[in-house]
């Protein structure tokens, strides 16, 4: 259970937050608390703010975190409690003219926080991995197994990939990705190099083929910026080499989503609280991080953008460079439908120089 009591000024919730509080009465492993005649589980509704500091003091003596949701203009912490700003979504309209890898690159996760990657994330990464050794062996027209991974964030694809005989070069932006990759999922057949796939150089340029897992080539939402990265890819692939591009299936996901996602590993306990919001063909996610360690507790906040693109889209922008020849709809092979599916991953074939 996660031990966080959630307080919030009934006053301030508007259009704009509203479907996130009521998700959050929906999650099962929140706190159960309730005051007065509400009597709503989950989340405690306090619509009189005259004595709020001595109310959540009192809250805070009985739970390992109060975070209360109020009309202030920044988040702030007092011990275990945590004052956040009840419009707490980003700004979209910052991102007319910019990618939202500008935002991305500064995520927590894959900088202060990046030696908590792996507690964090909820993915089977040996089931993703045979599933990557799967369309090799099918589709990739080359046996040298050498595979260029782009955002290879901490290398849990690769050092699967390596264990197995394959020759991995992963990239990442992140300098603190790249460290914790060399830290925890070092192996002889892998190189980790510090770079943006919207801009890089490397010796080789016959991969056989270079994958970008977990929705993060959706980070690149400018139509060049993906195009960029299109043609670097086709300039490190061998001859008929594949790209396969894998992303979660936005349009067969709700709308509004919040829940949570507990994990301990060792001494250290990760509390995360998480909420998904899509509009249009963009999904803006918050994730509200919970913690404790024998040292202190910590409590973070980090947000991202990504957008989807539909086969049309990586059609028209790859088109002089690859073709689609299979898209798949998860890591079980199952073939994709948009309304039903929980992946959209492409498998694109170079075509020739």
């Known amino acids: 259970m996660i031990n966080v009591c959630i ?12 479907e996130f509080f009521n998700n959050l009465l929906k999650i099962s492993d929140v706190k159960k608390v309730s005051i007065k005649e509400t009597q709503k589980k989950d989340v405690l509704f306090f619509d009189n703010t005259k004595l709020i500091d001595n109310f959540l003091f009192n809250l805070s003596q009985k739970n390992k975190w109060v975070i209360y949701f109020d009309d202030c203009k920044e988040k702030k912490e007092t011990f275990n409690i945590i004052y956040m700003p009840i419009n707490f979504y980003g700004d979209i309209e910052q991102f007319k003219n910019k990618s939202f890898t500008e935002n991305a690159k500064n995520k927590l996760i ?10 964090s994330i909820a993915n089977d990464t040996l089931q993703e991995s045979n599933f990557l050794i799967k369309v090799f062996k099918e589709f990739s ?53 510090v770079h943006d796939i919207r801009d890089y150089q490397l010796n080789v340029k016959n991969y ?20 960029i990265f299109i043609k670097n890819a086709y300039n490190h692939l061998g001859e008929n080499g594949i790209l396969l591009l894998d992303s979660k299936n936005i349009p067969s996901l709700d709308l509004n989503r919040t829940y949570s996602r507990n994990n301990k590993v060792n001494d250290i306990s990760i509390q995360l609280l998480i909420n998904k919001r899509i509009f249009n063909n963009i999904q803006n996610s918050q994730y509200f991080y ?27 922008i790859s ?27 492409l498998i694109l074939k170079k075509r020739g120089e």
């Open 7 to 18: 307080v919030v000024n009934i006053d301030s919730v508007n259009e704009i937050n509203k």
């Open 110 to 119: 894959y900088n202060d926080l990046s030696k908590y990657y792996m507690a």
């Open 141 to 193: 027209p080359n046996k040298t197994m050498k595979i260029l991974d782009c955002c290879c964030g901490v290398g849990r694809h690769d050092f699967e990939l390596a264990k197995k005989g394959y020759k991995i070069t992963g990239i990442d932006i992140s300098k603190n990705q790249i460290a914790t990759a060399n830290k925890i999922h070092s192996h002889e057949n892998i190189e980790y190099l």
């Open 208 to 227: 056989d083929m270079a994958i970008c897992m977990w929705t993060t080539y959706n980070y690149l939402s400018l139509n060049n910026d993906f195009l």
């Open 290 to 316: 919970f913690i404790e360690n024998k040292e202190k507790n910590e409590f973070y906040f980090d947000e991202e953008f990504v957008r989807f693109y539909t086969i049309d889209e990586i059609q028209n």
């Open 319 to 345: 088109k002089p460079y690859f073709e689609i020849i299979k898209c798949y709809g998860d890591f079980n092979s199952d073939e994709y439908q948009k309304d039903s599916s929980t992946r959209f991953i």
